[in-house]
């Protein structure tokens, strides 16, 4: 059975600090998905990462992803309170989603 | 880019009645379709996969004939949640493979509520 687990599951950090989220899951899989939720929102896609060592950016968010060790990471650099947000990983196949980690950016 | 339209995105219904909800790939055809729900503060649970012109598969524990899906066309799924009860109440949303323009493309959600 696929597993994807996410963590932390809740953060909250200070604006202009650094983090990262972390992503792990079970099995291979062909593709691996961040997504960002607000509340009472639906999904917004932030990256799709197809291959092993790929590394996305855009604007404070940057995603990776390790095949081999099955970990992919989501790092914010210089936090803004518009970050704050619950951000999901989700594998391919039945897109599987991780627990989802919330952040709150404190000003 | 890729666009599904979802609707409603509220609902109130009273227990016992069903509820149709509708996801439509604007600018591209879905084969294949997906529908979740979500709890408060939880994650997304998947609980069908729709396939255009067949049956749906639904996942382990969602009652199919309680949770009706139809894919009848390459840009259109609906679901039914029939004889609705309080506890199904949760927000429902659906996404489609886009991945020829993308990746999986999410709705907008469907916010139930049952009375």
């Known amino acids: 059975e696929l597993k994807v687990e996410q963590n932390p599951l809740f953060l909250s950090m200070q604006e202009g600090k650094n983090y990262t989220i972390y992503c792990n899951y079970s099995?291979?899989?062909?593709?691996l998905y961040w997504y960002r939720q607000d509340p009472g929102k639906s999904l917004e896609s932030l990256f799709v990462?197809?291959?092993?060592?790929a590394v996305k950016q855009e604007g404070r968010l940057m995603a990776s992803l390790d095949t081999k060790a099955r970990l992919s990471t989501l790092h914010i650099t210089a936090a803004v309170h518009d970050l704050s947000a619950t951000y999901f990983c989700?594998?391919?196949?039945?897109?599987?989603f991780g627990k989802g980690t919330r952040l709150h950016i404190l000003p | 880019g890729a666009v599904v339209s979802q609707h409603p995105s509220r609902v109130i219904c009273k227990s016992g009645t069903s509820v149709k909800i509708e996801c439509r790939s604007l600018d591209f055809q879905a084969t294949t379709m997906f529908w979740y729900r979500q709890f408060p503060k939880q994650s997304l649970m998947l609980m069908a996969t729709s396939n255009e012109g067949s049956k749906a598969t639904y996942e382990q524990g969602v009652e199919k004939d309680k949770f009706l899906i139809n894919h009848a066309s390459l840009t259109l799924s609906t679901l039914t949640v029939t004889s609705a009860h309080p506890e199904d109440s949760s927000f429902y949303i659906c996404?489609?493979?886009?991945?020829?323009?993308?990746?999986?493309?999410f709705g907008s959600g469907t916010r139930l509520t049952v009375v």
């Open positions: 996404s489609a493979d886009s991945q020829g323009v993308g990746g999986y493309t």
């Open positions: 989700a594998v391919d196949g039945k897109i599987i």
């Open positions: 990462l197809l291959s092993n060592g």
């Open positions: 099995t291979t899989s062909d593709r």
